[in-house]
């Protein structure tokens, strides 16, 4: 704890000396300009350009580098806002679960992932032209797009719609998969059920033309894990398939995500590893000190000092851990000089600046939960308390496996989801897939208390923003998602 004491003093003596304040100059606009057409594709060199630029807008902090993770944990129970003018306004109505179509916190995750799905289709469409590209990197740039192209639909579909688990037939989100122009023709809403038969074509194809990132063979080195490969696309299908509840098919394609890679130690654990990629990181959302969105980030909003520093643990989510769980120990605070009545978490730390830190948005641990958590439901109870217990036994989640079987194995591997996973970004579609009731006790100053079936439901949903009602002639006020 000393190490971690004198770090947070370190930081608290950074902003100080910057001095710095909320003021409009930290809220740098994304890039507006999209790629070009096919003539991007005449040489390996630009279409490899187009490439970081798809993952770049990735980065967007109205997306994946912020908006997504935080508020996905935020719409749930285990984490809070600071109440008050200590939050600079920054995603109150989202916690609240009090949005309407037009809020930024709906409209801008919108705009940005159609930005990379925009991107993405490019890829996909025109890799397969680039003269001075062997098969093996046309193979690879289209893999790249249509594995980048399901990360987005998957989260969007997640977002905007109610989960598929139980309402396969509802309205989702626009299933585009073509470059387009100013004047293509505009697509209605597809039903879930249509979108999640689009990204898994995507995601058997990817994994058909990508290679993992330590195979030899792999296009010259050119990638890692700020890129996907075939082992982050098998972990983007036991998602997709755990959504689904084909529970044999997840199981399968996560323990090919993890095959070969291990869980982190706890030293990786509890020493920045959420700052820089580790030994179990799949994907991330690499970013250079040069071009990370500074205070718009993760660690700007959950770490202590340095940033915003307005995400707290809820009081009964935190008793939930054991007092000899490291995580507990190592990662869960509370210091009297920072906030006297609540828990922060050192678990997003900040690397060498304020607000860069690696995005780390699939690691082996969550394939490990899902590989559990489908054992389980396929009622082989001895193989998932074994796989649970590799998670567990690393932090000292508990003293000895666990001996539960059925319903009791299955909560006790949602919980554990929960403690493990908590500020990745996870916990509102656990909530959806589920249909988990949300009940908010303890120290929230915003309630929640409804279930599934519930008039309230609705707000785990997102409304699809104005902006594309008013735009779009395919879909009306009527097309909107319940309860908006």
């Known amino acids: 704890m000393k190490t971690i004491k004198t770090y947070i003093n370190t930081l608290l003596l950074l902003v100080v000396a910057l001095g710095w304040s909320c003021t409009d100059e930290f809220l740098n606009e994304e890039p507006t300009t999209a790629l070009p057409s096919n003539e991007v594709f005449e040489s390996l060199t630009t279409a490899d350009a187009a490439l970081v630029g798809a993952y770049d807008a990735l980065s967007a902090y109205t997306f994946e580098?912020?908006?997504?993770?935080?508020?996905?944990?935020?719409?749930?129970?285990?984490?809070?806002?600071?109440?008050?003018?200590?939050?600079?306004?920054?995603?109150?109505?989202?916690?609240?679960?009090?949005?309407?179509?037009?809020?930024?916190?709906?409209?801008?995750?919108?705009?940005?992932?159609?930005?990379?799905?925009?991107d993405a289709?490019?890829?996909?469409?025109?890799?397969?032209?680039?003269?001075?590209?062997?098969?093996?990197?046309?193979?690879?740039?289209?893999?790249?797009?249509?594995?980048?192209?399901?990360?987005?639909?998957?989260?969007?579909?997640?977002?905007?719609?109610?989960?598929?688990?139980?309402?396969?037939?509802?309205?989702?989100?626009?299933?585009?998969?073509?470059?387009?122009?100013?004047?293509?023709?505009?697509?209605?809403?597809?039903?879930?059920r249509e979108v999640y038969a689009q990204i898994e074509a995507d995601l058997l194809s990817a994994i058909s033309l990508l290679k993992n990132n330590d195979e030899d063979d792999r296009t010259e080195d050119r990638y890692d894990e700020g890129f996907f490969d075939k082992r982050s696309a098998n972990a983007l299908l036991a998602r997709l398939y755990l959504d689904m509840q084909e529970w044999e098919k997840a199981r399968d394609h996560a323990k090919a995500a993890h095959e070969g890679i291990g869980l982190m130690d706890l030293a990786e654990w509890v020493n920045f590893g959420f700052a820089l990629r580790t030994s179990e990181t799949l994907f991330t959302v690499a970013y250079t000190l040069s071009d990370n969105n500074t205070y718009l980030t993760i660690p700007s909003f959950y770490y202590p000092?340095?940033?915003?520093?307005?995400?707290?643990?809820?009081?009964?989510?935190?008793?939930?851990?054991?007092?000899?769980?490291?995580?507990?120990?190592?990662?869960?605070?509370?210091?009297?000089?920072?906030?006297?009545?609540r828990h922060f978490t050192l678990k997003f730390m900040h690397n060498q600046q304020v607000g860069n830190a690696e995005r780390i948005a699939i690691r082996t641990t969550e394939m490990y939960l899902i590989e559990a958590e489908c054992e389980a439901e396929l009622g082989n109870t001895s193989v998932a308390q074994e796989v649970l217990w590799e998670v567990q036994k690393r932090v000292f989640s508990r003293s000895s496996k666990t001996t539960a079987s059925g319903q009791d194995l299955i909560d006790e591997i949602l919980l554990e989801r929960r403690k493990e996973l908590f500020g990745e970004g996870f916990r509102l579609n656990d909530i959806k897939r589920r249909s988990l009731p949300l009940v908010r006790e303890g120290n929230h100053w915003a309630d929640a208390d409804f279930t599934y079936g519930d008039d309230n439901y609705y707000r785990l949903t997102l409304p699809v923003p104005q902006s594309e009602i008013d735009a779009n002639p395919m879909i009306n006020e009527e097309h909107q998602n319940e309860g908006y």
């Open 305 to 341: 000092v340095a940033g915003y520093s307005s995400i707290r643990l809820n009081d009964q989510f935190v008793d939930l851990f054991s007092s000899l769980d490291a995580r507990k120990e190592y990662v869960i605070i509370q210091d009297d000089q920072i906030d006297t009545e």
């Open 65 to 118: 580098g912020l908006y997504w993770p935080i508020m996905s944990d935020l719409m749930g129970e285990d984490v809070m806002l600071v109440p008050g003018a200590d939050n600079w306004g920054w995603f109150v109505e989202a916690y609240q679960l009090e949005l309407l179509p037009g809020y930024q916190w709906a409209e801008s995750p919108w705009w940005a992932a159609y930005k990379v799905i925009y």
């Open 121 to 192: 289709n490019q890829l996909v469409a025109y890799a397969k032209d680039i003269p001075d590209a062997t098969e093996a990197q046309k193979k690879e740039i289209e893999g790249q797009g249509k594995a980048l192209r399901a990360y987005v639909m998957l989260k969007l579909v997640q977002l905007y719609a109610p989960a598929y688990s139980a309402e396969p037939d509802a309205l989702s989100i626009i299933n585009i998969t073509e470059p387009v122009e100013a004047n293509s023709e505009d697509l209605p809403r597809a039903t879930t």
